[in-house]
């Protein structure tokens, strides 16, 4: 069985960082719905078939980085969202931390950019249409987190 046949969308180009947030986004359902140490879910992910094409540095600063800024990064987006965090699916969930993780912190990344790569993960791992959902709720709080570059994109 080749790589492409147990991935949920395997007629994408999928880059190095964008498996990292493919097995981030798995990591952090896991830890959602295990409450495992993070440590523990590392472990599990990085055992993982595939993983060795993924960047692993990024991986690890993205699952480490939305786990120990979890409560914050909810907190920032609960008063966004339409129902409460924990009736939110596991992966609009996981996938919401993924991406106010990657806004707040790598802002070399343009906001464009995590929030497209946050909708193709839930496009490939969600409901039919948590796309959308997760899309509004990033479109909604780039501007909180990086009103500079959101204004001068809107500028263009």
Not at 103 to 110: A, D, G, M, R
């Amino acid at each position: 069985m080749n790589d492409k046949a147990v991935h949920a969308n395997p007629s994408k180009n999928r880059t190095p960082r964008h498996r990292a947030r493919e097995f981030a986004l798995q990591g952090l359902y896991q830890w959602l719905l295990n409450n495992e140490p993070a440590k523990t879910v590392v472990n599990n992910i990085r055992g993982a078939h595939g993983f060795e094409k993924a960047d692993g540095d990024f991986f690890a600063a993205l699952l480490y980085g939305a786990i120990e800024q979890s409560v914050e990064l909810r907190e920032g987006f609960a008063p966004l969202v339409d129902r409460g965090i924990g009736e939110l699916s596991p992966i609009e969930h996981a996938v919401l931390l993924l991406g106010a993780f990657e806004l707040k912190n790598h802002p070399e990344i343009p906001y464009r950019v995590v929030i497209n790569e946050a909708v193709e993960l839930t496009k490939s791992f969600g409901g039919i249409d948590g796309h959308k959902y997760v899309n509004g709720v990033l479109d909604k709080l780039a501007p909180k987190l990086r009103a500079d570059e959101v204004a001068a994109d809107k500028k263009r």
